[in-house]
């Protein structure tokens, strides 16, 4: 090791430089240099702060939407219960008991007037007016009843039933004086309970904010992420080896890339517009209408359309994960004698899968927070009935949260909040998978 | 290290065939029924969308294995053009309009072969114009609200900015109102209710303008609404505007009747030409933004999909003052005209286009 390479230390002339003139030491103690040393230390002080300044900005305003949608949302996962005391025999409904194990029971119970009996009897036991204090569909938990336990239209029965949306404002201090009253008659009587309300997990959309469920929803968007996992994922990890392992380089794959690149910048509502032309249009080929491809606001095409959408950030977190594979990986394994498909399958992609999954999450996580090509599609729809596969009429969350938020009914604020807080968790539940998958899969070298 | 890629190898090939598979079974279900039984579908005015929701939601709760009708919100003239493209599977069975169809929009549905089709009055509406409680109390006439709103009053750029320059007996507060974009049903219910009679109130050459063969000039003058700040165009979502005149109690707000009901407690109706806007006004129209509500219906969609009829005669039992669709803001029509949309819907006569236009 050469001398020259040790640092001096500025202790004083004691030999000349390569030009033979001699350096004087620093002087740290005059007031210039001084000056300088504080600039250093200021500048550093000046950044840290920034950059603690930007990182609590972010904090805050991320603090600012959880508190806000938990502390709206966390009420819509309550639901005030009336227990409505319900006399059977003497509603004067005629019903075969029979039918009520068959699928017809439900139409067998609606038949025979059991909405109208159970207002009767909400009129019986609140006094005129009572019906107004249950929810529209209070009903529906009574056939539920009736049809677990066909033997209750024996008897007299206290059920628990939802409370319209007026007495559920009312019960949180919200709403207008005479609801209020009514709540205050309703609680010295024992009739009101609270409860967490399991059925916002279970149900789908309704006009009636009591009723109301986000598992259409969800199943909805758990439809159309498994579709757009599958088409996104394979073609997406496939295109990202072909080109960085077997593809040469030319200009014909340097445009490839410029297209993609471009591609994972284009606007979602863009794909919307593609996937309406494509898999909804209809054309006319050689003389034949060939009609639409796939049903309207089917999950099947939102997944095809947001597949579309997410597939360049897919090849391109591919193509770098694949990238960042040392070239020795592959030397060793072309040395022992392996095929460059073997090369690729056993020992390139399994060192990439980390990334690869990193950037398909980040990228399924962008499409289940995505509005704006499937309003175009038609997911952006009322639909009672949770979906029932890839081709039913579905919508998915953040569009069900946008109908929500647009409801006439004042039940529907807290109640949009809930499916945010839904939303959050589902997103959270994603990126934990992602870092989960990360380590699991991730190889040091 | 070489542990590792063999058990990554294994997994690698476990997901690929897995996905396979899925992906197989998949597209099975994708090609097989797409012709087969399908549900009601339905598009059109944001305003009708909570009565046709409400209707669908009952439909399905009567039991029976019925499919679940899919309601889509995308206003008026949105709708309408979609209902027109064709009849087959992929088009819609119903259109919510909260206005008449146009004799154009008819002219494209008969060009695309849909054929006759039904015209159902639900109710009736009403534009309401509304102010936060706190709000200065305004007391409008129909002139006034051309004078303020209109892009070009009287032929010349519109010049007002408070509401002291339309009519010197009103205060000197800015105007700002907030409404619906181009594409509501609401916005042309207003220009066509509000607008164009104060414009005619206004304006000498108003009617003069309208009987001549060039629709542009009377267009400019008496139906565009200004785009240079008093009117704010708050998109399809009511619900901003009620929020909106909560926090700003000099602006007015333009929506349908329903969501003044529901918020009676902050808001309240702004009365025009003296009329406020309540259930009674509006349903005996004397409050000069009442409308109707209408479904139109595919004649040749009738028999196809299934229940369809049955959703219409649903329909008809709930549109009552006493109905479920009155208890969510809908304005019940006249008796006589309950009765003959009843009629229409049992009798499924077509609706006759030479009262269009």
Known sequence: MSKSLVPQLPTGPKEPDAKGSWRAPTDWTTHAMQKRIRRRYGAERRFRFFGLAA???????????????????????TRTDVALPIDFPASGMLIERA??????????????????????????????????????????????????????????????????????????????????????????????????????????DSTDPVAVGIWGA????????????????????????????????????????????????????????????????????????????????????????????????????????????????????????????????????????????????????????ETAPLLLIGMRAFIVTPPGGFTDPATVLPVQIFLWSDEVSRGFVEKTSAAIIVLLVFLLAMNGLAIYLRNKFETRW | MLRRTTRGIAGVRDIFGRLGLIAAAAFTLAGCDSNTAREIRVVGSSTVYPFTTA?????????????????????????????????GWEFPDIANASRRIKKSEYQLCQANGVGEIMEVQIGVDGVALAEANNGPRLRLSKQDVYLALAANPLGKPNAARTWRDVNPSLPAIPIQVMGPPSTSGTRDALVELVMEPGCAAADPQANALKAAKDAAPYDTRCKRIRDDGPYIDKGE?????????????????????????????????????????????????????????????????????????????????????????????????????????????????????????
């Not at chain 1, 009587?189 to 149900?203: I, K, P, T, V």
């Not at chain 1, 890339?257 to 898999?279: D, K, Y």
């Open chain 2, 55 to 87: 209707v669908a939601e009952t439909f399905v709760n009567q039991g029976g294995g019925r499919r679940a009708p899919v309601v889509e919100s995308i206003g008026t003239g949105a709708g309408l053009k979609r209902f027109c493209e064709g009849v």
């Open chain 1, 218 to 369: 969800l199943k909805g968007s758990l439809l159309t992420m498994a579709v757009t996992f599958l088409i996104a994922f394979p073609v997406g990890v496939l295109s990202a080896i072909y080109l960085e392992e077997y593809a040469p380089k030319n200009r014909w794959t340097d445009l490839i890339e410029v297209s993609i690149n471009n591609l994972a910048a284009v606007p979602s509502i863009i794909f919307g517009l593609l996937g309406l032309a494509v898999f909804l249009g209809s054309w006319n080929l050689f003389g034949y209408q060939f009609g639409p491809l796939l049903p309207r606001s089917a999950a099947l095409v939102g997944g095809l359309t947001l597949a579309l959408m997410i597939m360049p950030v897919i090849v391109i977190a591919s193509r770098n994960a694949v990238k960042a594979v040392p070239p020795s990986i592959r030397d060793a394994a072309l040395g022992i004698g392996a095929s460059p498909i073997q090369v690729v399958f056993h020992h390139v992609l399994p060192l990439a899968m980390p990334g690869i999954l990193t950037g398909t999450i980040i990228g399924m996580a962008r499409a289940l927070g």
């Open chain 1, 99 to 204: 039918q009520l194990r068959t699928p017809a029971a439900d139409l067998a119970l609606a038949g025979a007037g059991l909405e109208n009996a159970v207002k009767g009897a909400a009129a019986t036991a609140f006094g005129p007016g009572g019906e107004e204090f249950i929810s529209e569909n209070a009903w529906l938990r009574i056939r539920d009843a009736i049809k677990a336990d066909p033997s209750i239209l024996d008897r007299k029965m206290r059920i628990d039933v939802p409370a319209s949306t007026e007495i559920d404002q009312a019960v949180r201090g919200d709403g207008n004086a005479e609801a209020k009253a009514t709540v205050a008659k309703l609680q010295q009587a024992g009739a009101l309970s609270r409860h967490f309300n399991l059925d916002f997990l279970y149900e789908s």
């Open chain 2, 237 to 357: 979502n009511d619900n901003l505007i009620v929020q909106g005149l909560a926090a700003n109690p000099n602006a007015l707000g333009v929506f349908g009747y329903s969501y003044l009901e529901e918020n009676i407690d902050r808001l309240h109706g702004v009365p025009i030409e003296g009329v406020t806007p309540t259930y009674a006004t509006i349903a005996d129209g004397t409050y000069p933004g009442a409308r109707p509500l209408f479904l139109y219906v595919k004649k040749r969609h009738l028999r196809a999909v299934p229940g369809l009829a049955d959703f219409l005669t649903l329909y008809t039992t709930m549109w009552n003052p006493k109905g479920k669709l009155t208890q969510r803001g809908l304005i019940a029509a006249p008796d006589a005209l309950r009765a003959k949309s009843a009629q229409i819907v049992a009798q499924r006569a077509a609706l006759d286009p030479a009262g269009l236009h």
């Open chain 1, 55 to 77: 990182v609590s900005l972010s904090a805050a305003f991320l603090a600012f939407l959880l508190i806000t949608m938990v502390a709206n949302g966390w009420r819509g996962f």
